[in-house]
């Protein structure tokens, strides 16, 4: 991600992870989760019908999963160098 529009005032950070690729059946539990999540986060919150958790269900042979835990985050910021240009 980036932030900034002249080049002296960019900067920005990349998210360093280890990542695991998986699929089905834990596909469809972490599927079923962010489904869950979703449903939660509306007003009102409601509970997914069986016939969405049906076809997530069903769409989960076809997907993978890409969980992944963060090791380290990377940032940079080009308005460091403007400190050290003589004569600005």
Same mark, same amino acid.
């Given at each position: 991600?980036?932030?900034?529009?002249?080049?002296?005032?960019? @900067?920005?950070?990349?998210?360093?992870?280890?990542?695991?690729?998986?699929?089905?059946?834990?596909?469809?539990?972490?599927?079923?989760?962010?489904?869950? @999540?979703?449903?939660?986060?509306?007003?009102?919150?409601?509970?997914?019908?069986?016939?969405?958790?049906?076809? #997530?269900?069903?769409?989960a042979s076809k997907r993978v @999963?890409?969980?992944?835990?963060?090791? @380290?985050?990377?940032?940079w910021g080009h308005c460091k160098l403007?400190?050290? #240009?003589?004569?600005?």
């Amino acid at each position: 991600m980036k932030d900034g529009f002249d080049y002296a005032d960019l @900067g920005g950070a990349i998210l360093e992870a280890d990542m695991e690729i998986v699929r089905d059946p834990k596909v469809t539990e972490m599927s079923f989760k962010l489904v869950d @999540g979703y449903a939660r986060a509306v007003e009102p919150p409601c509970a997914p019908s069986d016939a969405m958790r049906a076809h #997530v269900a069903a769409q989960a042979s076809k997907r993978v @999963g890409l969980p992944f835990a963060l090791t @380290g985050p990377v940032t940079w910021g080009h308005c460091k160098l403007r400190e050290t #240009v003589p004569g600005d």
